[in-house]
């Protein structure tokens, strides 16, 4: 949650520190083992054994070479939004955009991998990446601007900007992006497929000579036959970039300053509206690449059922649960993104395996996320008294659980506080 | 729960299915797995797959099975599902029930040419030989509903609500249009495409903006639809209906129902598999091949003579549609050929 | 037709009529949240607790055919939620805003389930019919019997919440309490305001509006319950309270402007003018954002918003 204010640790105190962050996550474990009682109830209600949901669950996203992969790829296009969010509430900048940046991103870049067909795809495909980048960065940028210069609530322009978005992606698909050869056939809303060598490459680990044997897998290759694409190394690099970015740069202690403390930031020097611009550019960017990434890497055109979700799978809105559960941490939300996707993946073979409504799986999903943030509590109060009861140790005390707050922050959503 | 496997025990010998079965899961059993946008009681689209397999389920007992996803609308999820039980080895038949499953299907069909997919609505088999694609010729019951709707509309004036402007929804809505237009010129007909397939509020609104604008007879389709059949129910209009029967919902107001009856291509596709076809053709189900069935309301407040006039109204126009007499949208002649269904 | 006939076919009473039916559900969404977070409270599951409410009063009514109780039921629910996010957010003083999300999720899901398992496929109820207000319903100057006097009943109450909340935050005690645990929750605490139990209060309220808001569809605006019925109507709803800045007039005034949009996009379709649909349906927000910018200048946000309190902080 707080690597960022972590006073750095020496070699030796290393061990204390793990054990400290083992008590942490306590609280947390043993609310989620609340939640999978209650879900255990819901099961039962339904006359589903809660142990063969659960292991049907665990199957689902981590038993197989094929279901792990699938959770990475679920958690790709959230890791990229996480990273954005961390960037704009750090800023002080609550973005609920994503979806609709994502959009921005994906209509961008299908557009021009479409029209650099015949390219080098070393060109091309950095281009239109960096077209998803940038269209999504502009889109997010919009909210900033009209926060930073029109004082209209970000909440409320994110939100109005993605129904718009959406309508946007609707029109081009329907009309100047259709696909040529849906015209006057079936007219499903899609775009034409990209050329083959513009794709984003699958991704496949080489094992070592008898690995594969020993793990009884398919292939020599690990994640040969699955989805798994370079996108998820794309975003674990940029996660680390973006770590970098927030605390080792002036860029992104600007930024935190704003998000801390407009007022005191003012003060300082720093330019308090270009930063708000600026934080939701990156938001609106990363999403941006979570939405030419899906594109590019696993469906190779853009299509729609009319709704955001119909392209965007929810990224746009689970990014910041990711985020959030990552600490506001670009380096949190890799883990956070991939137990997220294990979630979502797996509730859907209980699903097919079981005959459980997925609306059962929402709402479990739904109380997973609740009973985690409410963990929070016991784990701040578990920091609390060890730092009072003398066994405070080093690494772990300077740990708040908020960076602090000014006493009334002018305009300012506290950004850990959302 | 009505979902997941079921094992009803009604002899399949009665239905002359034994030998058509196929060898494919080392047993007798023929296994279907669908995944499906929106919920499988949705009165809609997704209802209308259920139901089938449901039919199907009921008519072959222990020779059938099937396990259905519901509520899948992002397609990265299907994705997964297609994939898991493509790689499975366990089904016979590999359902994608949502054209926004295509390029999915496309792909896994590459890379599992030993199962056998069906997908729609579509008509387009990606050139694969395990491919399946059917759709249905919803224009056909459209233009016959436009007709009645014509017929049986006092102000002259109609409204149609749909989602977005695209598949068997723009079939359906145009098929209406068209139907009204070759029976009542005079009459108008407007349509109002709300952009969503579930937002019921605003679909009533949009109803609601029909009815004070005079409009006296209503028809839509989507599984938002439950809210316009709200609004004809309220002001005494009537309904007209597609993809299942909303018959129950739209008591009284209800009077035809095109019904998409998918059973006829499963039918189709069960014996191909067993005969070691696993794909390669495209259906369409039309009035001719029993894939399209207008129903009548059993609840509908119309009296005798009215009711009359309508069952033989789409007795003619059935057969003027069969016989090809009838074209209810022109300018579709020149679609792709797609086989019908045998 | 010239412009002042075509004018006159899209700007009709039954557009007016339309505009307080739509904006009735986000009304009494937006008044419970403008209640949550004057008090510093941001509960972005409106829309989860909503949903909620409207599958309890439809399911009540359903069963018993009692549109009292249906009502009661929607309360009760909405009651329930708005403890637990109350003791989320106050007690365990857990993130709001993910909370939220958390409880949006819930409540899309939950209502669902049940709606499957107790119901089965959509069927319609008995809701609330239309009051005519005799005498003044048959009023045909501007169309305004049509208009004001002949809708149901929960319109009118939504539109009542309006001054009855304004009243509340400017004029009682209670509401001074609000504004005070919302703004300086320090002070307020200083003198002697219990903070937990304000915002306590005021979520448990938001909760009990949140949950008419979804009863006002599914038992008097619509009469039937499908899955997300409500289709993120609850996240407009948050966003109208930052429209209004906090102000139940505002709120209206916002609620009112989307509505508006929204009834004049249905009908310009229903009069069979062409304008692709894509760009009808965007425009509601579109204004929205623009109306906002010239809006513009200060807000009244309610300084502690989000913030959970700690005695001594």
């Excluded at chain 1, 497929?193 to 490459?201: K, N, T």
């Excluded at chain 2, 129950?248 to 129902?257: N, P, R, Y």
């Excluded at chain 3, 009651?79 to 106050?90: C, E, N, P, R, T």
């Excluded at chain 3, 139990?197 to 605006?221: D, K, N, P, V, W």
Aim: charged share 15%; net charge negative; aromatic share 10%.
């Amino acid at each position: 949650m707080n690597g960022a204010f972590q006073v750095r640790t020496t070699p030796t105190s290393w061990f204390r520190t793990a054990g400290n962050r083992l008590l942490d996550a306590a609280p947390l474990l043993i609310s989620l083992a609340l939640a999978f009682l209650i879900a255990s109830g819901l099961l039962l209600a339904l006359n589903v054994s809660p142990i063969d949901g659960f292991s049907s669950m665990l199957q689902g996203a981590f038993g197989s070479e094929n279901t792990i992969a699938e959770t990475l790829v679920k958690a790709t296009p959230m890791l990229l939004v996480a990273i954005g969010i961390c960037i704009s509430f750090r800023g002080g900048m609550i973005n609920v955009g994503g979806e609709g940046q994502m959009i921005a991103g994906a209509v961008a870049g299908i557009t021009v991998a479409l029209s650099l067909s015949t390219t080098p795809p070393i060109v091309a495909v950095p281009l239109s990446i960096l077209a998803g980048f940038v269209a999504g960065a502009l889109y997010g940028g919009l909210a900033g601007w009209l926060k930073a210069f029109f004082n209209v609530n970000e909440i409320l322009s994110t939100i109005m900007l993605n129904a718009i978005a959406v309508q946007m992606m609707n029109y081009l698909l329907n009309g100047p992006l259709l696909d040529p050869t849906e015209v006057g056939v079936n007219h499903v809303p899609k775009t034409a497929r990209i050329a083959e060598q513009l794709q984003i490459a699958r991704l496949s680990i080489p094992l070592p000579e008898g690995v594969a044997e020993l793990f009884s897998l398919q292939n020599a290759e690990l994640f040969a036959r699955t989805r798994l694409h370079w996108g998820l190394i794309l975003a674990i690099v940029l996660a680390v970039l973006a770590y970098l970015l927030l605390w080792r740069t002036t860029i992104g202690y600007r930024i935190r300053a704003v998000g801390e403390n407009e007022r005191a930031a003012k003060y300082a020097g720093i330019r308090v509206r270009w930063n708000m611009v600026l934080a939701m550019m990156f938001a609106g960017g990363f999403a941006g690449l979570a939405g030419v990434v899906q594109v590019l890497g696993l469906q190779y055109r853009l299509q729609t059922d009319g709704s955001a979700m119909g392209f965007t799978a929810n990224a746009g809105f689970n990014g910041i649960v990711v985020a959030l559960f990552g600490g506001l941490n670009p380096l949190g939300a890799i883990p956070a993104s991939i137990f997220f996707g294990g979630l979502l993946v797996g509730a859907q073979k209980m699903q097919r395996d079981l005959g459980v409504p997925a609306a059962l799986i929402t709402s479990i999903n739904g109380m997973i996320v609740i009973f985690a943030v409410s963990s929070e509590y016991f784990r701040a109060m578990i920091a609390r008294r060890r730092a009072l009861g003398g066994g405070s140790m080093p690494g772990t005390q300077a740990v708040e659980s908020r960076p602090k707050l000014p006493e009334n922050p002018p305009d300012v959503i506290g950004q850990a506080t959302l | 729960m009505r979902k997941g496997l079921r094992f009803l025990a009604v002899g399949a010998a009665a239905f002359g299915l034994v030998g058509l079965l196929p060898a494919a899961a080392q047993d007798d059993v023929f296994r279907v797995a669908a995944v499906s946008p929106s919920a499988t009681n949705d009165l809609a689209f997704s209802q209308s797959m259920f139901d089938a397999l449901t039919m199907l389920d009921e008519e072959m007992g222990d020779a059938f099975e099937f396990t259905f996803q519901e509520g899948t609308f992002i397609v990265d999820d299907a994705a997964v599902a297609l994939r898991d039980w493509a790689s499975s080895g366990e089904y016979d038949l590999v359902i994608a029930h949502g054209s926004q499953y295509g390029s999915v299907v496309e792909e896994l069909a590459n890379e599992f040419p030993e199962v056998a997919f069906a997908w729609g609505t579509d008509v387009n088999t990606f050139g694969l030989p395990n491919v399946s694609a059917y759709t249905v010729a919803a224009e056909q019951g459209g233009y016959i509903n436009g007709a009645l709707a014509a017929i049986l509309s006092e102000t002259g004036n109609i409204g149609v609500i749909g989602p977005i402007e695209v598949g068997d929804a723009k079939l359906y809505v145009d098929g209406f249009v068209s139907g009204v237009g070759a029976t009542d010129p005079d009459a108008t007909v407007n349509v109002t495409y709300i952009q969503s397939f579930g937002d019921v509020p605003l679909a009533t609104e949009a109803a609601t903006a029909f009815v004070s604008n005079g409009a006296d007879v209503l028809s839509g389709t989507a599984q938002m639809v439950v809210g316009p059949i709200g609004v004809a129910l309220e002001n005494d209009l009537l309904w007209f209906g597609t993809q299942s029967s909303q018959a129950e919902l739209a008591a009284e107001s209800g009077v035809a129902f095109q019904v998409y009856r998918w059973d006829v291509v499963l039918r189709d596709l069960i014996a191909d598999i067993g005969e070691g076809t696993l794909g390669g053709e495209s259906y369409v189900l039309t009035l001719e091949n029993g894939g399209v069935e207008m129903e009548v309301s059993e609840f509908t407040g119309l009296d005798e003579e009215t009711l009359a006039t309508v069952e033989e109204t789409i007795a003619a126009l059935s057969e003027g549609i069969i016989s090809g007499e009838i074209v209810p949208l022109p300018e579709l002649e020149a679609t792709p050929e797609a086989t019908p269904a045998s | 037709m010239n412009i002042l006939e075509s004018l006159g076919t899209v700007f009709t009473a039954s557009v007016a009529a339309a505009t307080l039916r739509l904006a009735t559900p986000y009304l009494f969404a937006a008044i419970g949240e403008t209640f949550g977070q004057r008090s510093g409270l941001l509960n972005l599951g409106v829309d989860g607790i909503m949903l909620m409410g409207a599958f309890f009063a439809f399911y009540a009514v359903y069963a018993t055919g009692s549109l009292l109780l249906g009502l009661a039921a929607a309360l009760l629910i909405g009651a329930l939620l708005g403890l637990a996010m109350a003791f989320i957010s106050v007690t365990l003083k857990a993130k709001q805003g993910v909370s939220g999300i958390g409880l949006y999720l819930f409540g899309l899901g939950m209502s669902e389930l049940l709606f499957q398992t107790l119901v089965g496929t959509p069927k319609s109820v008995e809701g609330f019919p239309p009051i005519y207000i005799p005498g003044l319903s048959d009023i045909q100057f501007l169309g305004i019997g049509q208009i004001f006097f002949s809708q149901n009943i929960l319109v009118y109450l939504a539109f009542l919440s309006v001054p009855i909340s304004a009243f509340i935050f400017n004029r009682t005690n209670f509401g001074l309490k609000i504004r005070a645990v919302g703004q300086n929750p320090a002070a307020a605490d200083a003198m002697d305001v219990s903070v937990t139990r304000i915002r306590y209060a005021t979520q448990i309220i938001g909760g009990m509006m949140a949950g008419l808001a979804g009863a006002s569809l599914s038992i008097a605006l619509l009469d039937v319950f499908q899955q997300n019925l409500t289709n993120g109507m609850g996240f407009i709803a948050v966003a109208l309270v930052y429209f209004g800045r906090w102000k139940p007039l505002g709120v209206m005034l916002g609620a009112l402007l989307f509505s508006f949009v929204n009834a004049l996009q249905l009908q310009i379709s229903a009069v069979g003018i062409q304008i692709p649909p894509e760009f009808s349906t965007m425009a509601p927000y579109v204004i929205t954002i623009i109306a906002l910018v010239f809006a513009g200048k200060q807000s009244e946000r309610p300084t502690a918003l989000t913030v959970p309190f700690q005695r001594g902080e």
